[in-house]
């Protein structure tokens, strides 16, 4: 598992994308990932039993080197220690299947759907100095046996020092929390009725940031 004291990840950026795919916007910003579900490169994302239908999204990570609490824009920025790809999975069958009365209600349940152990893939730290523009490069990510799909960074509303600042209004960053900046396009998505073959990767790049890639046991049980 990943060695961090939290993660965290910026749902308002999942705005723009999602309102392209009809789903309601989200009264709140900022979600909390709890670090068991967080793993290095290498895996295995394990996929569980009860998981149904499953999307897979590139997400630009960063990793912040200090305290910060009730932060500037630009207090923020210099809280950056480097960047970090990140994979993110979800059990798309628990957004579409949990009674959604309301657009809050549909959008805890996407939360709720990326809780599992191993649903979020992160790779290597990435200094700031040794990365390319983070905020203007492809973004790629792959299952094997299934189409790659590309976004750019470009497309996120909200940059990483934004989020940071966002967040430290309200809770305290420590040295060693992860903030993803969450999903700037659309995922790949395995169906429910689809078993991943035994040895199968996914793959995150983020061109001139960095990559990472896992092993996937798909523990399923498959809807026909």
Request: with cysteine.
């Amino acid at each position: 598992m990943l060695n961090c004291w939290h993660l965290w990840l910026c749902e308002a950026n999942y705005r723009r994308v999602e309102a392209l795919e009809g789903i309601p916007p989200r009264p709140h910003v900022l979600a909390y990932q709890a670090p068991a579900n967080s793993l290095t490169e290498g895996g295995p994302v394990v996929l569980p039993e009860r998981a149904r239908s499953i999307s897979c999204s590139c997400e630009l990570a960063v990793e912040i080197d200090q305290i910060a609490y009730q932060a500037d824009d630009k207090e923020a920025a210099q809280a950056i220690r480097g960047y970090r790809v990140l994979a993110g999975f979800r059990d798309s069958a628990l957004y579409e299947e949990v009674p959604q009365p309301t657009p809050r209600d549909k959008g805890v349940s996407v939360y709720y759907a990326r809780w599992a152990d191993t649903f979020n893939c992160v790779g290597p730290l990435i200094p700031c100095d040794q990365a390319a523009d983070p905020y203007d490069a492809q973004m790629r990510v792959e299952i094997e046996g299934y189409a790659p799909v590309l976004t750019n960074s470009n497309d996120y509303l909200h940059q990483a020092p934004a989020a940071i600042a966002a967040l430290s209004q309200f809770a305290t960053l420590q040295p060693g929390d992860i903030i993803s900046l969450g999903r700037a396009g659309s995922m790949v998505e395995v169906p429910s009725d689809q078993q991943l073959a035994g040895g199968t990767r996914v793959f995150a790049e983020i061109a001139g940031v960095g990559q990472v890639e896992a092993v996937i046991e798909d523990g399923r049980r498959i809807r026909k």
